[in-house]
């Protein structure tokens, strides 16, 4: 096990910068074109990995296109020194996303990566860690999706996933011991599962409609005494989607679909609101997300997050994933949610507060408060 | 029966109010964020009434948190004298909402509530009883679903909702008399039922798409000559949205779903448009209900209302209920819709027109016109 | 077969214009509230030819009503000499948009209407004639569906249209030989199939999630050199959709939904986003259909055009049709979509955007590059 890239290391590389000159760092992919329109909505400068296929798209959103555009052949190889060397050369600050954990590897950022990323790079471990997720979100009492360790446990409905399967792929549901063998034998017969012995994660399937929501956690604003405000900071909703997989148009596909496994792989993402008295427990959820955070890896959670909710009205929510980073839902948002209006009166997106709260940070010459 | 709040009372007390000093009312519920933000963007002052769960809600929407929130046990407290005595001491127009009738209770509005509601409190009896609504709508030339007296009349697929049953819950389909009394006792048995003899409306079963069409009738402004005017006033269709409820992602529950009984309740709402050439339904639809209102209970429906349709190509549209006031499916719009901007070329939600129809009240010196 | 109008004819028609005075034209249907906003945004007079039934819809809406406003018993009556001669007058430049093609015929415009077009007239042949559309878009490189000549082909699932049907109505789904003439004989056994021996379209059935994307070719714009240039001009990915048809509720008549003949008229339209991940595919589909359709009629596509795809992450794209105008769609986003904001830093329909390639034309003295 190698040595982690420390707090100290990364503040003294913040204390070299020219805070009047800094840029955010993006791999084109994910988020991007939000978050680089974001910081140069807010004045930033943005730097930009892009591998050749890509390059035309950024290009052709002319006011989402990186300042520097860097062509790499993997993201991965950003980890390489002459890209460090040089991002720390342009002042960067580098924004996490899904696709630089997925492509970078979370090991390899908090291991490797000697530039400053937005936000906690603790956050890194209690995310990709299954086991740590939820003891993060049971301890900040959320309810989560019973999970089952053996086959023989199953006493409903659960939601089945193959441990090897990439993305969304290789799901199936049970409602019994028999069934979850025959389905998986079935998958195995027709390929779609592959391995002749494979591990499974056995979950209780929750019912209700799926609200993705998105925070952020803001270190250097609060809101009046009643606010959800939480140490020196607070929490903002800013806006919410539902994500659209596969199996979100599987009844176009009847009778058939019953037969088949479906795919979970998120495609896009569509917009929606929650009746507003529910708004009351989704506020608790992120107070109560990003003070267990302080608790567990201290100063916690910082910049966005997303839980992620099923709604029923027998059950409540059931939450059973976190994201403790910018989640794609909110590209719908560039130009602002009907949420965060009511907190800034103008167009702001998760990739402009990013850039507003980095902006703070300069002001407030706190920079480190919200980079490691 | 009590004797009802007379509308020379509400004037009365209107009267006395300082019109250049008014504020909007409000419990902290339903459309309050985009109520409450729409009236600061008019220049109205807000007060709110809270829930001391929701106060953190409103709190952490700054711009749409009310001026004067003031903490209640349960919304239905505003009845007290005090706080009816408040609400004319601050120059409060309640805006009502579902929450406000749901709450509060339609008749304690009608008999009990001495504080000056925007729009038409004699809008209140034609909206919660069922008859009444469907002699309005029908008068109005609207189709409505058929409704069965009893289930040996049941010749085609029919809906069915039990009439103790609250919310969305204690749904069901049936196509004949036989289904019905079998889902009815598997309910009964499985405990979704509690009483031994449930009553059920039976309902003919619309298939389609379900458009929620959000309009508003100003009794200040008109088109010019040929467009949607009626009486001294004009209807404007501001926005529409599609309500989500546990059945909207029933298909992901497969191939279970067809044994459960559905829930309806609705969890929140998403955007759409409508095709354009079917605008001309809707628009008419709007005229002849703002109509046949005057006609039934002058000076008729005031400031916004909803219908809520099922259109399909075989048979168009269906319209299943109106709403007599503003739907939370306006939550989608706060900085305004697709058609909104057709009208007023700036961001104009319905909880900001309700605000701008009181201002041009004031202007007009005519405000016991959309009071009562 | 009559003679076309030339592009000759055209040309001489607008060289008599006066370009200080240019107005759009437009029939009051699919799209033209947008339209009509977009070209007053952008300084264009606009004429409208409306039936009486919609009148009322157009002046409902005053940012949106066309300046003229002019009555006809039927859409086709535009052809009429009285009312070319009228817009020559009015130096109208009619928008081509689906009711357009649909209500005058593709033939009629290509050879009786003598007013100049926005964009390329030639793109009507290519577009009515499936087989030549299929021609261009598999030119192009893009996936589409197998098509299959005979029933006994049938090897998988396919979608099955009627050839006489209307509409989205007389389409299903079969999954081998069998199933087709069962369901083809259900159908007319119960009437939903009106013809003895009907003729029939048999598509391969793609899963997966629609995604309807919003392109504008541009020929007066470019990006810098790295972005999707075509040409003289450049390829915008403006905004995407999804279409709602009664299909789409299917799920809530379940169980009743499989036996049922499904419809897929368009009823309207909901906002969504895809993964940016695949932007790379989308923005390259554009290119490439621009770049073929310039080799297979100079000069080709020119302003909105939309693909029509489906995307699953086990196959990919697949392109099942092309509209080589202004799409329904993009009614959604009047004031702009989560695209085109990182293109135009301001509200940029597609309406708009024909309005301010009309301007530059103007410019530019060469209108007549984009008008035929």
Redesign the interface.
């Known amino acids: 096990m190698n040595s982690k890239v420390t707090k100290d290391e990364i503040d003294e590389i913040l204390s070299n910068y020219d805070s009047k000159n800094l840029a955010t760092g993006h791999i084109c ?5 939000q978050n680089t ?1 974001g910081s140069r909505q807010e004045g930033l400068r943005t730097l930009g990995f892009c591998t050749s ?5 950024y ?6 296109s990186p300042d520097i555009l860097l062509q790499v052949k993997t993201f991965k190889e950003i980890l390489e020194s002459k890209w460090q060397k040089r991002m720390k050369e342009e002042n960067v600050i580098m924004i996490p996303t899904g ?1 630089v954990v997925e492509y970078v590897g979370p090991e390899n950022l908090e291991e490797k990566f000697y530039v400053p990323l937005f936000g906690n790079r603790r956050t890194l471990e209690w995310e990709r860690d299954r086991n740590k997720q939820r003891q993060w979100l049971e301890k900040a009492g959320l309810k989560m999706p019973r999970e089952y360790g053996d086959p023989s446990e199953i006493d409903g ?1 659960v939601f089945v996933k193959l441990s090897g399967a990439k ?3 290789g799901f199936f ?1 049970a ?1 019994s011991e028999k069934e979850y063998y025959s389905k998986l034998n079935e998958g195995i017969r027709r390929g779609v599962i592959s391995e002749k012995e494979p591990k499974t994660t056995i979950q209780e ?1 929750i ?5 993705y929501v998105h925070y952020f956690y803001s270190s250097f604003e609060t ?6 405000n939480v140490g020196d900071g ?4 800013l806006s919410m989607d ?1 994500r ?15 037969e088949e496994f479906f ?1 979970y ?16 427990f989704l ?2 959820y992120g ?1 109560d997300t990003v003070n267990t955070s302080i608790e567990l890896f201290s100063p916690g959670i910082q910049g966005p997050f997303c839980l992620e909710t099923i ?4 059950s409540g929510f059931t939450v059973f994933e976190v994201s403790a980073r910018i989640v ?1 839902g909110t ?6 949610s ?2 965060s ?5 103008e167009p702001m997106s998760t990739g402009r507060r990013i850039a507003r709260e980095i902006k703070r940070g300069i002001e407030e010459k706190q920079l480190n408060k919200i980079i490691f």
């Open positions: 992919s994910h988020s991007t074109l329109y296929d890509r390059i035309k798209v290009r052709s959103f002319p006011l989402a696709s409905k993305g969304g792929s549901t409602s399937f019912s209700g409609i799926r609200y809101y009046e005494e009643d606010g959800a607070r929490v903002e909703l539902r659209i997989e596969p199996i979100d148009e599987s009844y176009r596909g009847l009778p058939d679909v019953p795919d792989t998120v495609t896009g993402n569509e917009p929606l609101v929650i009746r507003e008295s529910l708004l009351r506020i608790k107070v709604y029923h009205p027998d794609a590209n719908l948002y560039p130009h602002g009907p949420y209006g009511y907190i800034f009166g």
